[in-house]
């Protein structure tokens, strides 16, 4: 029916998030690589963008806010799935200090309404598309805290959660498993390291630091600059969600990280980022170098949670999965799109109201 990118039988996806930086480019693979039926559900927020999608006729927006349980269990039975990728949430660490509310009710509830609407619409399938039907769940390594210098988060570390984001994502991870384990919905979980590339909304520190450096602007660096953080280029990522949705073992997670040159970890402190970014910066503005003379501390996060790091070696052993990007390859192609596409992000940027002014200062720290 369609490439080996998805099995015999699946015919129709559902993902949620799907007009959000991960879940967009999860729905541009889909297309372009199977003869499935892409069902994308997204509440169409602030960072939603359709733009990176296009027009396909296998392609099906759904304007639904999964707070919203009864246009949630609408919505799953016109997608009529065989299998869902759930990837739709509030995601950013400093927009969870501002407004924790809507993290709860995006990321606790909205997984809540979500999964009892996948759990009837399960038990009511027949039983070969039963038999073949996937709830994949996709979280963020967030959930288990922060690492000290050494050491790195597996499918078996505790949960640990320090930021109203990470909190809310860790009760929706107990909440897929819950499902799994009381009702035996066909699940399986990821937990991912910091994603990165093209389209993302220009609030993270990658495009931040891209456009303040164009501008000519402040580049703010919390802290001291120190935390450390495991980058995974956004495709590479996808590759891993499509094998754990299609081949991961039911009732299982996986950890996915990035990779470094040669296969070394992807582990950067963000000073380590920033100054990286403002070298490739230099190569191709040089009328403006060097631009890390607009490097400027400021206060830390409240909050900040130190050092991240990924032991991905349990997908890779079972599913054969590796990065195939190098942070500094996924890097220098992400700046490159986004001095290519300044356009996009001063649209996206306007409609959303946010200009690039910090958010989620809650108290005076040092830096």
């Known amino acids: 029916m369609s490439s080996a990118l ?17 879940g967009s480019a999860v729905v541009r693979r889909l297309l372009a690589e199977s003869d499935a039926e892409v069902f994308n559900l997204d509440k169409f927020g602030y960072a939603s963008d359709l733009s990176s999608i296009g027009n396909n006729s296998r392609h099906h927006f759904l304007k639904v806010d999964l707070a919203d349980a009864e246009a949630t269990a609408s919505a799953v039975r016109e997608a009529d799935p065989d299998l869902v990728m759930h990837l739709a949430a509030e995601s950013h660490v400093d927009r969870s200090i501002d407004g924790p509310g809507a993290f709860i009710e995006s990321n606790v509830t909205g997984t809540f309404n979500l999964l009892q609407a996948v759990r009837c619409h399960w038990e009511q399938l027949p039983d070969e598309r039963r038999e073949r039907f996937r709830f994949h769940h996709i979280s963020t390594d967030e959930v288990f805290g922060s690492l000290g210098p050494s050491g790195r988060f597996s499918e078996t570390t505790p949960y640990d959660p320090r930021s109203p984001y990470s909190a809310s994502k860790a009760a929706s991870d107990h909440l897929v498993s819950a499902w799994h384990h009381t009702y035996g919905l066909p699940v399986v979980l990821t937990n991912c390291s910091n994603n990165y590339g093209p389209w993302q909304f220009p609030e993270k520190l990658i495009p931040v630091v891209i456009l303040k450096a164009v501008a000519g602007e402040p580049i703010p660096l919390y802290g001291d600059g120190a935390n450390v953080r495991d980058w995974l280029y956004v495709e590479d990522h996808v590759e891993a969600l499509i094998l754990a949705a299609t081949r991961g073992k039911l009732g299982e997670s996986y950890c996915v990280g990035g990779a470094g040159d040669h296969g070394t970890p992807s582990e950067r402190t963000n000073r380590d980022v920033v100054e990286t970014i403002c070298s490739f910066m230099d190569d191709f503005r040089p009328e403006a170098a060097p631009h890390a003379r607009l490097i400027t501390r400021v206060s830390d996060r409240p909050g900040h949670d130190r050092r991240y790091a990924i032991d991905a070696a349990k997908i890779t052993g079972e599913l054969g999965w590796t990065p195939r990007h190098s942070f500094e390859q996924g890097l220098e192609a992400t700046v490159r799109w986004y001095l290519d596409h300044l356009d996009w992000c001063q649209q996206v940027r306007g409609r959303a109201g946010y200009g690039g002014q910090r958010i989620g200062v809650t108290r005076t720290t040092v830096a």
């Open 6 to 22: 998805l099995p015999e039988g699946i015919k129709r996806v559902l993902v949620t998030g799907g007009a959000g930086f991960i």
